[in-house]
């Protein structure tokens, strides 16, 4: 059966970081990249990157690039996001995603709610 599982609900201060990790269960990891997408409330999906496991390449959001860093765990099958410098705005739901290359993503992580608020 596939998964993707995400850690629990956060919540953080204006300037700091936070990590949250995808677990994939049921598949090769390497045969897929893994997608972070994110929302906002009151906002559509917004793509942040992706990350390809078999060998830790990634593709960024233009305008993520300075502050979010994406990483893959083999060992664990596990996949992290990254955000630093946190920002009110920076709240929303996170969301790892199975992208299977030239379809639409098959398989959503429960996504992860991350709070930024003093």
């Known amino acids: 059966e596939v998964q993707l599982v995400q850690s629990g609900a956060e919540l953080r201060n204006p300037g700091a970081s936070v990590k949250v990790s995808c677990k994939a269960l049921g598949y090769i990891f390497t045969s897929y990249y893994i997608d972070w997408v994110r929302q906002a409330p009151g906002q559509g999906l917004e793509w942040m990157g992706r990350?390809?496991?078999?060998?830790?390449?990634?593709k960024y959001a233009r305008n993520f690039q300075d502050r979010v860093t994406f990483a893959a765990d083999t060992s664990t099958n596990t996949a992290y996001v990254e955000l630093t410098s946190l920002r009110i705005e920076d709240t929303a739901l996170y969301f790892c995603?199975?992208?299977?290359?030239?379809?639409?993503?098959?398989?959503w992580g429960q996504g992860t709610q991350v709070t930024v608020s003093s």
């Open positions: 990350i390809d496991p078999e060998n830790n390449g990634t």
């Open positions: 995603a199975r992208d299977p290359l030239g379809s639409e993503y098959d398989y």
